[in-house]
């Protein structure tokens, strides 16, 4: 098994550490603390709960109309109402959604408490674990607030990806795809070659994509963990993917919406002369596979746009978001004429 992965952040170290199984090893040291767990997770992994008393485990339903103040301030009620103290710690136990709702839970509570986080999606494992941020929904838009509070530890486990849907497994995979194409595009070439045996369940073969993920995100955060420079290539096909989860009331996971978001972003980026057909079609050859089955109708493109617009990295009348302008480099880009992007858009899917 691969080496812990150290991430510095601003108010201290965190580790994430690779792990086989979820057993006493990782679970007894934690079983005077709080447990906060996704109600699938519970199913298939009741063993957990054991190690947990149960005046102090939470378990709720992991959905995205969960992501909200409401939801959280129910959390913290129950937190309350149960003696939690500051040298208390919160264990998360589930993929994005918990981590975000817990993450951001622990950062309020007594203006912030430690968490455990034990990420239980490809998505999670290889992606949204480290960075520090939480965020939840406010009226209507994703993620639009949030803090940053990194856990005091991660435990990464491909075990639960036994049990995770092939849709998941897929949506992990559009997100290591989105780091490998904006850092080394040999490596995106490299799992896509793997791809059929990943998705049909040879995790063994995830475990050295989801350690190389973490090493490209670790790189960044360290230098940018406010996404106020370099971070905000992290982006890249994320404006465009938030969108198409929004207009499909998240029927398309978020990973496959990215991956759809950057072959979207390139599409643009070419059109807008930023890159050659060419290597638009390079890319798209590699994007091909992971992206769903779905395209924006034509009556929904003014629904779309709409959503665009409230997207929390825009500037004034401009769409932030991020463009390719050459191999294994993107930018924050803000495209100021809406209607030339809404043109490009309903070109890419309704004419390409």
Known sequence: MFSDLVVKSYKKEYTVRYIDVIGTEALQPLSNEFLVIDENINHLYPHIREYFDESKTYVFKAHESNKTLKFCTQLLNFLVENNFKRNNKLVAVGGGITQDIVGFTSSVMYRGVDWIFF??????QADSCIGSKTSINFNGTKNLIGTFHAPLEIFCCVEFLNTLPQKDIKSGIGEVLHYYLIDDYNKAIDMMGEYDNIVKGDFSLMRRHIKQSLEIKKKIIEIDEFDQKIRKVFNYGHTFGHAIETL??????????????????????????????GLYV???????KNIPDYRIKREEITSYIGILLKDKKNINTSVGCVLLKQENKAELTYVEDVDKLQ????????KH
């Open 248 to 277: 499909t009331d998240y029927s398309i996971s978020h990973g496959q919406a990215v991956t759809l978001g950057m072959d979207l972003a390139n599409y643009v980026s070419y059109r807008l002369g930023f890159i050659d057909y």
């Open 343 to 350: 043109a490009l858009i309903e070109e890419y899917f309704l």
């Open 119 to 124: 990420p239980t999606t490809l998505l999670a």
């Open 282 to 288: 390079k890319m798209n050859k590699i994007l091909v």
